[in-house]
Structures are given as structure tokens and as C-alpha cells.
């Protein structure tokens, strides 16, 4: 009976250390999403009740498994931005707000390495996964601005340009294909769809 004891102590000290390891790595599977209830945004909320340009805070792409915070730097300058993509997905500062005409453009890290030491290098792992047709959520403090995905595709290194249309409301993604390169990239284009008070 002790030597059974012994043994559950040291299967459950093992056991807790490679949990601990495991989890200071970032190496633990991610958990399993329950099917939830579709969310109902309640009513629409006409567009001339919008309170104007508002900064955007969270992003949500569920068909791609995006759900990240969106820093809103002043600057343009690159440390600036660079540091800004430490801490979340970055929304660049010359171009629209949310509820204002012109392009929402956010960018953020992908990275598909097993192991990260910082969780928002995964900021928009999978944006090439989405296809027309496919939802993202844009939340500001008080409402959700709903995109409807129009396009995805895969720019080349020459390509350094990613048109930011003005004649109406829209969104683009974009991060690199490949964490520490910045050779090519997926942008993801999507127009403004509706709004709805949180």
C-alpha cells in the first residue's frame, strides 16, 4: 500500500511539472470551442445615428479563429508601430475609424511555429483562411461594425502597395505569410456591412 502511494505522489509531481513546463512554453492544445449559441447583435443601428469615427478596439474573425485586441498608435513611425504589434493588432494611423468613409486598415503577426513566446506573434493566424461571404466584427466602446469578406489574396514581395479605397466603408487585414519575413503577405478586403449597439 505505501509503495501505491509513492507512486501517485510521483505520477502526480510529474505530472505537475510537465503541465507547468508545458504551459511556460505556450506548448498546451488550445481547448475545445462548445458550439455556442449564434449571438443576436439586436437591432441594426441606421448609419446617420452613428456617432462618427470611433477607434477600433477588438477584432473578431471566427471563421478564422481571430479574436485580438487593436492598438491605435498616432505615429507612423516604424519602432512605433513595431512595438504597437507587441501587444495586439494595429490599426494604421492614416487610415479611417470605424463609422467614418474610407478603409479600416489593421495589421498584425502570424506565425505558424508550434511555440511562441508571445501570443500576440499569433495575432491573425489564419485571415488566408477566410473567404467571401465570411463575417468580421470590428468592436469600438460601443458598438460592433460588421464586415462582409469580398476577397483574399496572397501579395508578393514587389508588391508593396495595398489600396485603401475612400468612395465608401471598408476593412483590410494584413500580415506577413511567414513570422520574421516580410517578404509577402495576405490581405484580406472586406466591405461594411451594418451596425449594432454592444
Known amino acids: 500500500m505505501q509503495r501505491f502511494f509513492a507512486f501517485i505522489l510521483v505520477f502526480a509531481a510529474l505530472f505537475g511539472l510537465t503541465v507547468g513546463f ?11 470551442q462548445s458550439e455556442e ?8 443601428v441606421p448609419p446617420s445615428t452613428l456617432p462618427g469615427a470611433e477607434a477600433p478596439l477588438r477584432v473578431v474573425a471566427r471563421d478564422a479563429g481571430v479574436d485580438v485586441k487593436i492598438n491605435n498608435p498616432s505615429s507612423t513611425d516604424l519602432k512605433v508601430l513595431d512595438d504597437s504589434l507587441l501587444t495586439g493588432a494595429v490599426r494604421y494611423p492614416t487610415s479611417a475609424q470605424l463609422g467614418e468613409s474610407g478603409t479600416v486598415l489593421l ?3 502570424s506565425s505558424h ?20 461571404g465570411d463575417t468580421i466584427s470590428v468592436y469600438s466602446a460601443g458598438y460592433e461594425y460588421r464586415y462582409t469578406v469580398v476577397g483574399v489574396r496572397f501579395a508578393n514581395a ?31 478586403t472586406a466591405d461594411f456591412v451594418a451596425a449594432y449597439p454592444l
Not at 506548448?27 to 475545445?32: G, H, K, R
Not at 508588391?159 to 476593412?171: A, M, T
Request: proline content about 8%.
Open 107 to 109: 495589421f498584425g503577426h
Open 37 to 44: 449559441t449564434p449571438y443576436d447583435p439586436g437591432p441594426m
Open 22 to 32: 508545458l504551459a511556460l512554453v505556450d506548448a498546451l492544445p488550445e481547448q475545445a
Open 158 to 188: 514587389q508588391e508593396d502597395i495595398v489600396e485603401l479605397p475612400s468612395d465608401g466603408k471598408y476593412l483590410t487585414l494584413v500580415t506577413c505569410d511567414n513570422f520574421s519575413t516580410k517578404s509577402s503577405r495576405f490581405v484580406v
Open 113 to 132: 511555429l508550434p511555440i511562441v513566446h508571445n501570443q500576440y506573434y499569433k495575432a491573425f493566424n489564419g485571415i488566408e483562411k477566410l473567404e467571401s
